[in-house]
């Protein structure tokens, strides 16, 4: 691999390993994915999603093999790495009291961005929160309407890579169809998306690549395009069965 197309990714994992004492969470995993592209990570409860995006936010030290995101070691520059993710937790946590468009202002002040009203509404509405829910309080919001106000925080951030975990567990089939456009709006403007998922349904949709992850190994990388949804089903039950 050239300097260059290292270079390039936008993440690039390199044969990581983390244990946890005995248990070996991840072994050697390595993989990498390209600006706006979006990556579902599959694999079963316990597999090492969690672990490998808090080895890439750097709350976690790899046993052995580094992570570059962006160009960036987080190894040797935690900050600067970190500062070019994004991450929307399972649960997004906003002031109840603020309405959507204020509490994305302000998480975007403390991220270093002021933005007027426009670019608030215009962030909120590219994440796909109706407009009529941009000047209520939080207080009253769902679940995904939570995440939506999470995504565009993310894209106000201007990361180059957007780490998601489980996002659509516990939303509704609308709910988390609205999260899958969020997702690829996200990836059109070159932002590279990792997705840890459970959500095979919906990877065709979302995803470019998937990775199916058993016991802290990758197993198989493919194209979502060489595959129906119905074939994706069969090679992840194939793969967890193998
Ligand atoms: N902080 C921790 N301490 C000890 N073991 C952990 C810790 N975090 C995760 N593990 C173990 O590492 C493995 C991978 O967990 P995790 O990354 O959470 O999987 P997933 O997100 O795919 O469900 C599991 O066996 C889990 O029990
Ligand atoms: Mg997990």
């Not at 990581?16 to 409860?45: C, M, Q, T, W």
């Not at 990877?203 to 493919?222: C, F, N, W, Y």
């Amino acid at each position: 691999m050239s300097l260059l197309e290292t270079r390039s990714d936008a993440l690039r994992l390199h044969e990581v390993r983390k244990d946890f004492g005995a248990r070996h969470a991840l072994e050697a995993l390595s993989l990498a994915i390209a600006p706006g592209e979006v990556y579902a990570l599959l694999g079963p409860n316990g597999a090492g999603k969690t672990t490998a995006l808090n080895l890439i936010l750097g709350f976690l030290t790899p046993e052995s093999g580094h992570i570059d995101v962006a160009g960036t070691r987080v190894d040797r520059d935690p900050l600067a790495a970190r500062a070019k993710i994004a991450y929307l937790p399972e649960t997004v946590m906003l002031h109840p009291s603020l309405s959507a468009v204020e509490n994305l202002s302000y998480f975007a002040l403390l991220g270093g961005r002021r933005l007027d009203e426009v670019q608030a509404r215009a962030l909120l509405t590219e994440a796909g929160l109706q407009d009529e829910a941009h000047a209520r309080r939080a207080a009253g919001f769902s679940k995904g309407m939570r995440q939506k106000v999470g995504l565009a925080i993310a894209l106000a951030k201007n990361a180059q890579l957007l780490l998601l975990d489980e996002p659509t567990s516990g939303l509704d089939a609308s709910a988390a169809n609205d999260l899958s456009q969020g997702v690829r709006a996200a990836a059109r403007r070159g932002i590279a998306v990792l997705m840890a998922t459970h959500d095979l349904y919906r990877v065709k949709d979302v995803a470019h690549r998937l990775g199916i992850l058993r016991a802290g190994r990758l197993l198989v990388e493919r194209h979502t395009d060489e595959l129906s949804a119905t074939e994706i089903e069969a090679l992840y039950l194939e793969q967890l069965a193998a």
